[in-house]
């Protein structure tokens, strides 16, 4: 090599060695003339940064599959959220948690099995049973015998915007008109019904369990705006029925089948959702499917949250 070259390369890497030595040394001198309550809250937002580094690694080892152990992380604790998988670890006085299910591409032809199918249904059926009947204060169950029709419950002069109720030996007919109203967004609902479920809307709502032990419905509201529900848990000991105009994100699994009468299109099931029928191996072709945590399969993970 030239020695004129590398004493021109020289000179030009001197300069840059001497830059960066001098922001340091000024961010060095900056920190230590800060005020010690300053010092103090830019070190425990450190400390809390690595914590929800540390944890963020330990979620991503452990959906790549790494076993307990195998890295100095956190440890991650399972449970469920709905039909999804829980995984959480601490960090400070809170938790990162993520929400994930089974990747269809995994699990989808496994689903041919009518052992796995009846995992997914006695484990979804009894979940949701808990989730509808057992809820905490200040949400009560309301229990009613015979059929029952409610109309409006998220109409602009309504004020219930979260209930629940059991009708026992009987149907139920729902009407969510939300009326242009934005409170419509607000409201969840868990209904079980000992005979059929019949649900029509033309609101914006936020969650609905459905569990009926005959059909259940679910239809948009005829010449009216779409029915949509940002999160949908519907189950049937008999059939599901879901009709153009509904959209969703969530699951629906019945006994005899999950039927889409104009056609699968014309639902738009949001990510993730899973619809599965006991009795049949079929799933809907959709790219949104992700199958809920009843079966074994490597985890997908679909949301992300620090609470």
């Known amino acids: 090599m030239n020695p004129k070259t590398f004493a021109n390369r020289s000179g030009a890497v001197l300069p840059l060695v001497l830059g960066i030595l001098l922001a340091v040394t000024f961010l060095l001198t900056t920190l230590l003339q800060m005020p010690g309550g300053l010092r103090r809250v830019i070190v425990r937002r450190a400390q809390m940064l690595q914590l929800i580094y540390d944890g963020e690694s330990a979620l991503i080892a452990h959906l790549e599959g790494f076993p307990e152990g195998y890295f100095k992380v956190p440890k991650v604790e399972r449970s469920r959220q709905g039909p999804w998988v829980d995984l959480s670890v601490p960090v400070g006085e809170k938790r990162i948690h993520v929400l994930a299910g089974i990747a269809c591409d995994s699990a989808c032809g496994m689903l041919r099995s009518s052992k796995l199918r009846r995992e997914i249904y006695e484990g979804f059926r009894q979940q949701l049973n808990r989730e509808i009947t057992v809820v905490r204060p200040p949400l009560a169950l309301e229990i009613k015998s015979g059929n029952r029709r409610l109309l409006g419950l998220v109409s602009a002069d309504s004020a219930a915007l979260s209930r629940a109720l059991w009708v026992q030996e009987g149907d139920l007919f729902l009407d969510l008109d939300g009326g242009g109203n934005p409170a419509a967004r607000m409201f969840s609902g868990r209904f079980i019904a000992d005979g059929s479920i019949d649900v029509r809307g033309s609101a914006e709502v936020d969650t609905l369990r459905l569990y009926a032990r005959g059909p259940l419905y679910l239809r948009s509201s005829l010449l009216r705006d779409p029915f949509k529900i940002r999160w949908l ?75």
């Not at 848990?233 to 969530?250: K, L, N």
């Not at 089948?257 to 959702?273: C, D």
């Not at 799933?283 to 992300?304: E, R, Y």
């Open 233 to 307: 848990e519907a189950f049937s000991e008999d059939r599901i029925e879901i009709a153009q105009g509904v959209e969703f994100s969530g699951v629906a699994v019945a006994r005899h089948e999950v039927a889409f009468p104009h056609g699968v299109g014309k639902v738009k099931m949001r990510y993730p959702s899973f619809a599965m029928a006991l009795e049949s191996s079929e799933i809907p072709a959709a790219d949104s499917v992700l199958v809920p945590d009843f079966v074994l399969g490597p985890l997908k993970p679909f949301q992300w949250g620090l609470r």
